[in-house]
């Protein structure tokens, strides 16, 4: 009768009982786990109380870390990084009670993994120079193609966040070659830049058209002789900052045997506030412009001091600090025997600088001695002073594209890597991640039969990628350009 008597005393005890966390999800050990994962765990037995459950997640090795409180036995943390081992565990509690279950690892995937690629198809050997996200999730992509004329002009392509077409736009002109290398998004309107070719001159342009593609306005700038507008940055102030070279002579600012290079500062209305030519080298060019956290400006690209500098000679990496009026405040420049140029430039969180080249060097090749190319990154404080430098190679030549900066305080760029064999040459797209210091987290290589090249990246959040590029198979040489995304597994499971 006693016993009897008893079950109910050590049920009731049982049911008081704060239980432990048990059966985790992702379970112990797991590796290739999504990094928007979902955590789950079970309670070890039924209980009577309303607990709250303490969630502690961390990177492994590191000290544990609370990350949230919740009533559920699910938690999702956010974002977490590639190709990392991490810690966590459950402590649950009920005012006073409080009980941790064990501590279980698991490792996120290695690399974002294809959740989507498409072919543009847009018109005939098409490249894409320039790709922008857009307020609605979608994005702009600006470029040339060779459409029904035969000669090459330029397309504007608006994309919706599933990767399909919503309008596109030719923009061309008979007898010219156009080119559009940059745009920006200007309220509920777009922007582009580059250059018109006719009879081998070059002319800037600028064009304007709305969120439909509806052409707003062409500008073209004739100056005497070739230049060329290569980049385009939004500003503070609702205007925008144009950034290229030029041969020919503006209000006698410029020697006209020299290139120099250009760039324009415009109000919100499309008028010209100033002007400017940097550059006392015989060639000189911008290939890159943004405005900084001071309101002035930064640029990238390179510099020859060789007088037949477009026909020959080796290039040096150039960058160039100015105000907001344009006027100079530091230059950097660097190189070596062999070619050197400035691709892009960002600025960092800690007001500094990370500058993204592509650099040539004489390497022994199997004793065989030739030039390869290889991706060149360089960290300049806020003065223009280097803090360091890697340089990034593969099995070939390796071309820097592009650079973005994405969550804690990580980077990710872009190249073309190029084999070895000369018999059998292909190109294939690469994609590196890397911390403030620029150390490699992960890193990812297109392996494709045909040749397959990136040229621009960006950054959607939740360890998204999109990127454009293009392939081709090695024979008629002509381009087929797409767009693809990347991230975690779609399913938290």
């Known amino acids: 009768m006693e016993k009897w008597f008893a079950i109910p005393i050590i049920i009731l005890w049982w049911l008081l009982t704060l239980p432990t966390p048990i059966n985790p999800f992702p379970t112990n050990n ?5 990094i928007t994962l979902e955590l789950d765990w079970e309670m070890s037995h039924a209980y009577l109380g309303s607990p709250s459950y303490r969630v502690y997640l961390w990177e492994s090795g590191k000290p544990s870390k609370l990350v949230g409180e919740t009533k559920n036995t699910n938690f999702k ?20 009670k409080k009980k941790f279950g064990e501590t279980w690892n698991f490792k996120t995937l290695s690399q974002p993994r294809i959740i989507k690629h498409k072919l543009l198809n847009l018109g005939n050997d098409l490249i894409v120079r320039d790709m922008k996200a857009t307020p609605d999730g979608g994005f702009i992509l ?36 156009d080119f559009a290398f940059s745009v920006l998004v200007k309220n509920s309107r777009y922007i582009l830049v580059g250059c018109k070719v ?42 925008y900052a144009v950034a290229g070279w030029t041969y020919s002579n503006l209000n006698n600012l410029s020697d ?11 109000d919100a209305y499309g008028n010209i506030q100033w002007q400017r030519l940097y550059g006392d080298h015989w060639a000189n060019s911008a290939k890159y412009i943004e405005q900084t956290k001071d309101g002035g400006f930064i640029i990238t690209g390179w510099i020859n001091y060789d007088k037949e500098a477009e026909f020959g000679g080796n290039d040096d990496i150039y960058i160039l600090k100015t105000d907001k009026n ?49 991706v060149l990154l360089i960290k300049l404080n806020s003065y223009g002073r280097e803090f360091w430098r890697k340089t990034f190679e593969g099995e070939g030549n390796v071309e820097a594209l592009d650079i973005i900066k994405v969550e804690n305080n990580n980077y990710a760029f872009i190249g073309n890597t190029t084999s070895d064999s000369n018999s059998n040459s292909t190109q294939k797209l690469w994609l590196v991640n890397i911390d403030d210091s620029g150390n490699i987290n992960w890193q990812k290589t297109e392996e494709t039969r045909s ?38 597994y779609i399913s938290y499971k």
């Open 326 to 374: 344009g006027n100079p405040i530091w230059e950097y420049k660097t190189g070596g025997e062999y070619q050197d140029t400035g691709n892009k430039v960002i600025q960092t969180d800690d007001r500094g600088f990370l500058v993204l080249a592509t650099t040539s060097q004489l390497k022994n090749n199997k004793l065989s001695f030739k030039v390869s190319k290889g």
């Open 256 to 266: 006209e045997d020299k290139r120099k290079i250009w760039v324009i500062k415009f």
């Open 30 to 34: 797991t590796e290739e786990v999504s």
């Open 451 to 488: 040749n397959f090249s990136g040229t621009c990246v960006l950054y959607t959040g939740k360890g998204e990628y999109v990127i454009t590029g293009y392939s081709f198979d090695g024979f008629d040489l002509l381009t087929d350009a797409w767009i693809r995304k990347l991230g975690p």
């Open 142 to 177: 600006v470029g040339d193609a060779v459409f029904e004329n035969d000669s090459r002009d330029i397309f504007v392509a608006k994309i919706n966040r599933s990767l399909e077409i919503e309008w596109k736009t030719i923009i061309n002109e008979p007898l010219a070659n």
């Open 77 to 96: 943390p956010g974002t977490l990084e590639y190709n990392t081992w991490y810690s966590w565990k459950v402590e649950a509690v009920d005012g006073k």
């Open 198 to 239: 006719i009879q081998g001159k070059k002319d800037a342009i600028l064009i304007e058209i709305d969120r439909n593609g509806n052409l707003v306005k062409k500008q073209v700038f004739e100056g005497k002789n070739s230049d060329c507008f290569t980049s385009i940055a939004n500003t503070k102030d609702g205007g």
